[in-house]
């Protein structure tokens, strides 16, 4: 049988907010999140979208709550879950990077490299590809303090704009990996609703190409 009502979409909380809003209204689908309420219909009754935690996206997805999600790479990595992926998205882009003070030893071939980061799975599996021995000490955020406090000499984190480093004195020291965001979606859900999630990526697609 299929499922009917509104296409529930889950969105990040933060920088992506706006971009993705402004992505939908470019193409039609408009919508407001009340102050401090953290879901929202489309003025057309046609999409519910759910405001979550960037690192709670992939479990509300994974759990078919939102049938389909926007998130980047980073986030899903960490998630350790395959998602299907049906659009990439142009805004959002970012380097997960590891990253020293300004002028830092670079790390030494073979020593335990010693990093703080959010993303412990993304960080441990590069360097274990690698061969890199290395030593992850998990954080929530702000992760810049750690080599500005001694916590350690170097963090794998994103970089946007690059202004965070900068204001700390700190420097890029390798570029791990480019991160795009992707509009994921529930398989189960996706074998359902295929006709009009295909529909709404084709019209986002064509808004952000500029045809929307
Ligand atoms: C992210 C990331 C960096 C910062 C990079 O943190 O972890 O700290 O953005 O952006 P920039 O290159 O444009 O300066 P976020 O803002 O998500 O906050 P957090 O420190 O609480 O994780």
Do not use: W
């Amino acid at each position: 049988m299929l499922e009917s009502g509104e296409i529930t979409i889950a969105l990040p909380k933060g920088r992506l907010e706006k971009s993705v809003q402004k992505l939908f209204a470019a193409c039609g689908i408009d919508f407001q999140f009340e102050d401090r309420k953290l879901t929202a219909c489309s003025s057309d009754g046609k999409f519910r979208f759910f405001l979550v935690k960037n690192s709670d996206l992939p479990t509300y997805v994974r759990h078919g709550i939102a049938g389909i999600g926007i998130c980047g790479e980073d986030v899903l990595y960490e998630s350790g879950t395959v998602f299907t992926k049906v659009m990439r998205l142009n805004c959002g882009q970012t380097r997960m990077c590891l990253a020293g003070r300004a002028g830092a030893e670079k790390p030494q071939p073979g020593r335990k490299l010693k990093v703080a980061s959010k993303f412990t799975r993304f960080a441990a599996d590069y360097y274990n590809n690698l061969g890199t021995p290395i030593e992850i000490i998990k954080l929530n955020g702000s992760v810049e303090l750690a080599p500005v406090l001694g916590l350690t000499d170097y963090i794998v984190d994103l970089v946007e704009t690059g202004s965070t480093l900068t204001a700390n004195r700190l420097e890029i020291i390798d570029v791990l990996k480019e991160i795009s965001v992707y509009m994921i979606v529930n398989p189960s859900y996706y074998k359902m609703r295929y006709a009009e999630i295909d529909a709404l990526v084709a019209l986002l697609q064509g808004g952000q190409n500029g045809n929307g």
